[in-house]
């Protein structure tokens, strides 16, 4: 529906361009003489904005003000409140008891005036510098999913992203939970485009700590119950962090932090950037009241943490664990129940799911199509948790384990789910007001959500590939991995070293390694998702791993694509002990190449690991697959394409993608690992490349019954 809207709205957008200039028309013309501040000071309805654009200015260390700003050139996305608009922001500060009555002369100091003049203004502007258009009604985002909603990608003034919410009235979208004017809306001036609003765009600066906190004094919420459970276990204090303000005043002062990292390839430079800011985010999976009410009989506020731990004990949840009050510790029963509902990232509803260059993807229809998987690691006691989306779904789910057309000639589409595998919906956020916070994101779901026997082997009985950034929060958090803005700072990252400031708290990076990073958008790279890890220098970082899902034996493998000879060669080590790790195997030559050929500055070198292009006779295909794991490799997996969206070939199908399987080891689940990487070239500008892993139980990958799927 929202896409028909949206189209829809496009059309009429062309139409109306006819029309002639009023106060309510006036958006369909474009203002070839006019900027936008000139624009909104001929207009009598946008006079109350005027004056607080000419107040506020565009930074603590400039002298220019907003007004000044949106008189130069540029590309401007203007979320314009009307006077009306405003004065009802104003109305509701009193029922908030901010100020006594709905006037700028009743602030009680003039700092928390300014404070709210900046919220307005800095949160109705966006702007797309020099590399990006205006944002139109027809070129707002659409997600890729079922929900309703979707971020802009390029944050505005306050450095909040806005979400684009579609509804089933006609001709109507909303921002952030504020409709835009039918009419007085792609208001197009030499720089950039006005949109009308009837309500202040004010995402609430509040963290998931205060909004759990509201839930619970809020009897009709919907999220009491759950809330209780997060507070009980102490995890406020954990739930407030926003912004790692040390990180901030070391980036802003310059000396310590580098703002790039300059890296020559041959006779060019590549510019990496260093981000910004460090900040913490969060994705709260949870029951609601309904579900609670509904299962323990009660009504939400009366419902107690007792009520809730004797209901997960009928249900036989966690059976192992301790039952007592002491609901802080690791091993209790809640702790690691209400944990398991967590994520230490913040997950956008665009973000559930990536979709690029699987199979089958469409980069402008964005509708999914074959199966995609991420997997996270949740809080507290490291838990795998499977978020999960393909065309059949609709929707996105929480460890759906369906039954997929996996043969060698199969789609990898669902072909059916077993009610026991079908797994948990993810509803939609609300994100209107006070719930749209910065640093956190809550889903409600309607089912007991725990990481079950049935869950865990479900989970060993698949490969699991993850995309290698999905490992760090801060890469999501920080709008870092596969970042939908494509100008160099976004395309091109730059991750510091420990010696510089520790970004990544679960990667060590030496003094002499460069941590660089690419989104791949548009580059038609032959890599998972598009995007890949580019660490170069005399390099020797460590990783920690995701867990496993049981005690077993596993592969862990590591997807190569070998399209330059600027690829490096690293030893591999692996362990428990992150300080004392042992090497596992020769040295991983990212030069190599499947087809047998090792590509090197001196030439081509013949290599022997049996590699030959699918045939039309699957049973040979098997031997050649058979032949290629006897040397420790595999051909690249069939779900995504080798290179991006909409491209024909499968990585299968690629002779520089392959995979190498780096350790067959018995992995237990209540063990942390961790992987390093160390150069074995003296050459600095050798660069090894990163793109994604997996794990794969024995009883998957030597399963005589039912060999691995080529997927």
Not at 124 to 136: F, K, P, R
Not at 303 to 311: F, H, K, R, S
């Amino acid at each position: 529906m929202r896409k028909h809207i949206l189209y829809a709205l496009a059309a009429l957008a062309l139409v109306a361009t006819a029309c002639t200039e009023s106060i309510d028309t006036s958006s369909r013309y474009v203002f070839k003489e006019e900027t936008i501040s000139s624009y909104l000071e001929k207009h009598e309805q946008y006079s109350e904005y005027v004056r607080l654009l000419g107040e506020v200015m565009v930074s603590k260390i400039s002298e220019t003000n907003v007004q000044q700003l949106l008189s130069a050139r540029g590309h401007y996305t203007i979320f314009a409140p009307t006077n009306a608009a405003i004065q009802e922001y104003l109305d509701s500060l009193v029922k908030q008891g901010l100020i006594t009555e709905p006037s700028w002369d009743a602030f009680p100091s003039q700092r928390k005036r300014d404070s709210i003049a900046q919220v307005i203004v800095y949160n109705s502007i966006i702007d797309s510098g020099d590399d990006y258009n205006e944002y139109q009604i027809n070129t707002f985002p659409i997600s890729t999913s079922t929900s309703r909603s979707v971020e802009i990608p390029l944050p505005n003034m306050n450095d909040r992203k806005l979400v684009v919410q579609y509804t089933d009235v006609p001709d109507s979208i909303l921002i952030n939970d504020c409709e835009i004017d039918k009419l007085n809306r792609d208001i197009l001036c030499i720089n950039g485009v006005i949109h009308a609003m009837h309500s202040v765009i004010s995402p609430s600066n509040n963290t998931l700590d205060y909004l759990l906190k509201k839930y619970i004094e809020n009897e009709n919420s919907g999220f009491v119950v759950s809330s209780k459970l997060v507070y009980a276990c102490g995890l406020f204090d954990k739930l407030a962090l926003n912004r790692d303000e040390a990180y901030e005043d070391l980036f802003q002062k310059g000396s310590k932090i580098p703002k790039k990292n300059v890296d020559h390839e041959g006779n060019s430079e590549q510019v990496f950037y260093t981000p910004e800011h460090r900040y913490y985010g969060y994705t709260f999976f949870a029951e609601t009241d309904d579900f609670w009410s509904q299962a323990i009989g009660k009504e939400p506020k009366d419902i107690t943490v007792e009520d809730v731990m004797d209901y997960l004990d009928s249900q036989g949840v966690y059976p192992e664990l301790k039952r007592d009050d002491n609901y802080e510790s690791e091993d209790n029963l809640l702790y690691q129940f209400i944990t398991y509902h967590l994520l230490p990232e913040r997950l956008s509803a665009n973000t559930l799911v990536y979709h690029y260059n699987e199979k089958g993807f469409d980069l402008n229809r964005k509708a999914p199509s074959v199966a995609v998987m991420e997997f996270y690691t949740t809080m507290g006691k490291r838990r795998l948790l499977k978020i999960y989306e393909s065309k059949q779904s609709n929707g996105v789910y929480l460890n759906r384990f369906p039954n997929l057309d996996n043969d060698r000639r199969g789609t990898y589409e669902e072909l059916s789910c077993d009610p026991d595998k079908e797994g948990i919906a993810i509803g939609e956020p609300n994100l209107e007001g006070e719930n749209n916070i910065r640093n956190g994101i809550i889903y409600p779901i309607d089912k007991l959500l725990y990481y079950s026997d049935d869950t865990r082997n479900n989970l060993q009985k698949q490969r699991i590939r993850w995309s290698v950034p999905s490992m760090w929060p801060e890469f999501m958090n920080n709008d870092i991995r596969c970042s939908e803005i494509t100008d160099e700072k976004h395309k091109c990252v730059y991750i510091p070293t420990d010696e510089e400031y520790k970004y990544l708290e679960d990667v060590d990076i030496s003094a002499d390694t460069r941590f660089n990073y690419w989104t791949g958008r548009g580059n038609g790279w032959q890599n998972m998702q598009g995007d890949e890890m580019s660490i170069r220098g005399l390099l020797e970082c460590t990783m920690k791993l995701p867990p496993v899902p049981r005690r077993g034996t596993y592969e862990l493998r590591f997807a190569i694509q070998c399209g330059g000879n600027m690829r490096g060669m690293v030893q591999f080590y692996w362990g428990t002990n992150k300080n004392k790790l042992a090497a596992m195997g020769i040295p991983l030559d990212l030069r190599q190449s499947a087809d047998n050929q090792l590509h090197t500055q001196n030439g081509n070198v013949p290599s022997d690991i049996g590699y030959e292009r699918d045939t039309d006779d699957d049973e040979y295909n098997i031997e050649v697959d058979k032949r290629l794991r006897n040397n420790g490799f595999m051909k690249g997996c069939n779900q995504y394409c080798a290179g991006g969206p909409g491209t024909s070939t499968m990585m299968r199908a690629s002779d520089i993608c392959i995979r190498r399987i780096i350790i067959r080891e018995t992995m237990d689940p209540d063990d942390t690992y961790y992987i390093k990487f160390k150069t074995v070239l003296d050459d600095d500008t050798r660069f090894f490349y990163m793109d994604y892993l997996e794990y794969c139980a024995k009883d998957v990958y030597d399963n005589p019954e039912k060999p691995e799927d080529i997927w």
